[in-house]
């Protein structure tokens, strides 16, 4: 979701500012809220769109 853009820096997640891991491959640290509200929102969307499919 982070690679698709749902998942925004600063709010959804946040790179590591450890030195040794600079430039290449930083850890990434999650807002775990954060993401559940982009997450939910996405199910309610799915399942809303699925049902008027049916």
Known sequence: ????????PGSHWR???????LPWKP????????????IDYWQKNNDSSAQRSA
């Open 1 to 8: 979701m982070r690679e698709r853009g749902h998942l925004k």
């Open 15 to 21: 790179s590591s500012n450890d030195p040794k891991q």
């Open 27 to 38: 850890k990434v640290f999650y807002s775990i809220s954060g993401c559940k509200e982009v």
